[in-house]
Structures are given as structure tokens and as C-alpha cells.
């Protein structure tokens, strides 16, 4: 008898087995589908993503766009394509410091304001198709005045005389005596 069971237990495993393996093949109808291929003559009409720069460089898919005002690329929803009377003091104050300081060529930057906050500020410098660099500045008795320009790590030395240039547009300096990073 016991034989017997066991025989059965194979036997009815044996069947499970086979309806398992073999229920696929009955149940579902298996197709082939192709897919098309464009031809290689086919140009794509869809640019990638930053492939759309216009004459200024701004990237319209990221939301860029050319503010005359301002000089610069941005996206109206973040900053305001509209200068202030501050902004354009600082900016012009900055580019005729630049000039003065670099020469005739420096005639030729995009001087762009980023940040002013309560007497120091913070922006750019560039040219059209190259690279730039970054100033700050301070106002002092009524007048802005260079603090820094270039690229790079600002010396503390060169802050020395504005104890009061905010940490937050200017975190970090370059002790130059003792070769460290200084957090202000």
C-alpha cells in the first residue's frame, strides 16, 4: 500500500508538471511583430534638450531667455527681466572700475548684477562666446567702489578693508599667510 501512495504522488505530480509546461503553449498565441525602421535619409525633426541656443546662447528648452536690460540669460519666473536704478549703478559703476583697471578691452564685458545686499554686491563679467569671471563690490560713502575681480579664490587680505562684506556672498577666503581656506 505504501508503494502504491508513492506511485500516486508521482503520478500526480507528474501530471501538475506537465500542465504547467505545456499550458503556455495552448493558451497564448505567440506573434512576431516588426518594428519599423526609419530610413537612414530620414532626418529627426525633434532637437535634444539644450540644443536650442538662440544668438545670445540662451537655451529656450531650459527656459532661457535674452533680458537686454540686464545683459544676460535667464528665466523670467526666477528673476525679473527689469533693472533697478540700483542695479544699473552698481552695474555702471562696475564697468567703468574694469575699465579703468584692465584697459580699453575690457570695453567688450557683459557686466551682469546677481546680487546686491545692503552696500555689497556680487556679479559678472563676460564676453560674448568666451568665459568670464566674477566681481564684488561695496559702497562706500555713496559710491561703489571694486572690491574684487577675476576668477578663482579671493585672498582675506583683499576683504580686510570691508570687515563687513557679508559671509553670504562671500563664504570663504584664502589666508595667504598661513595657506588656508578661512570660513567667514
Same mark, same amino acid.
Given at each position: ?6 506511485w ?11 500542465v ?9 498565441? &505567440?506573434?512576431?511583430q516588426? *518594428?519599423?525602421?526609419?530610413?537612414a ?8 534638450? $539644450? !540644443?536650442d ?7 529656450g ?7 537686454e536690460a540686464?545683459?544676460?540669460?535667464l528665466?523670467?519666473w ?5 533693472e533697478?536704478?540700483k542695479e544699473?549703478?552698481v552695474?555702471?559703476?562696475?564697468r567703468?572700475?574694469?575699465i ?5 578691452d575690457?570695453?567688450?564685458?557683459? &557686466?551682469?548684477?546677481?546680487? *546686491? ?6 556679479g559678472g ?5 568666451? $568665459? !568670464?569671471?566674477?566681481?564684488?563690490a ?14 578663482g ?12 562684506f557679508?559671509s ?13 581656506m578661512?570660513?567667514?
Open positions: 500500500m505504501r508503494m502504491r501512495s508513492k500516486l504522488i508521482v503520478g500526480v505530480g507528474a501530471v501538475i508538471l506537465m504547467i509546461v505545456t499550458v503556455p503553449f495552448f493558451s497564448f498565441k &505567440i506573434t512576431r516588426t *518594428i519599423p525602421v526609419p530610413d535619409d530620414v532626418s529627426p525633426t525633434m532637437q535634444p534638450l $539644450g !540644443g541656443t538662440d544668438e545670445h546662447g540662451c537655451i528648452s531650459a527656459g532661457y531667455s535674452w533680458c540686464k545683459q544676460k540669460c528665466r523670467t526666477e528673476e525679473s527681466c527689469t533697478t536704478n544699473e549703478e552695474r555702471d559703476a562696475v567703468a572700475q574694469l579703468a583697471k584692465h584697459g580699453p575690457a570695453e567688450a564685458l557683459n &557686466i551682469s548684477v546677481a546680487i *546686491i545686499d545692503s552696500g555689497y554686491a556680487k563679467a563676460s564676453v560674448e562666446g568666451m $568665459g !568670464g569671471g566674477m566681481w564684488f561695496a559702497e562706500v560713502n555713496g559710491m561703489w567702489q571694486l572690491v574684487w575681480d577675476g576668477n579664490v579671493i585672498e582675506c587680505s583683499v576683504l580686510a578693508a570691508y570687515p563687513e557679508p553670504t556672498l562671500i563664504p570663504e577666503c584664502y589666508d595667504s599667510v598661513a595657506q588656508i578661512v570660513t567667514r
